[in-house]
């Protein structure tokens, strides 16, 4: 009886964060899915890339990604830059930008 318990115990212990995560993840009505297209390793090539995709009427969002540096905060820290599009776009977009 004690182990029917138990196991009784953990499974809801285990399924209702689970549950709760699912319902929470789900993808809305009107929502707009999204896919990251690359990651710009400088403002520039940032710069280039949105250009390029504005300039083909591909929507794009950048999003600052902080690498971190060497161990303790030792080293220099690179900044990079996630590009995302529409995810009905990201051919298209890979396309325009050759990659």
């Known amino acids: 009886m004690g182990l029917l318990v138990f196991v009784v115990v ?6 209702t964060p689970l549950a709760w995560f699912l319902a929470r993840s789900r ?5 707009t899915k999204v896919a990251m297209l690359g990651v710009a390793t400088g403002e520039a ?5 949105v ?15 902080r690498w971190p540096g060497m161990p303790l ?7 990079s830059y996630e590009v995302w ?9 890979g396309e325009v930008l050759r990659l």
């Open 10 to 15: 953990a499974a809801a212990a285990i399924i």
């Open 85 to 93: 599009v529409r995810e009905r776009d990201e051919a298209r977009a």
């Open 45 to 49: 090539e940032k710069n280039l890339w």
């Open 51 to 65: 250009g390029a995709l504005g300039s083909a009427g591909i929507w794009a969002r950048v999003r600052t990604a």
């Open 27 to 31: 993808l809305r009505p009107g929502a």
């Open 73 to 79: 905060g030792s080293g220099p820290a690179q900044y």
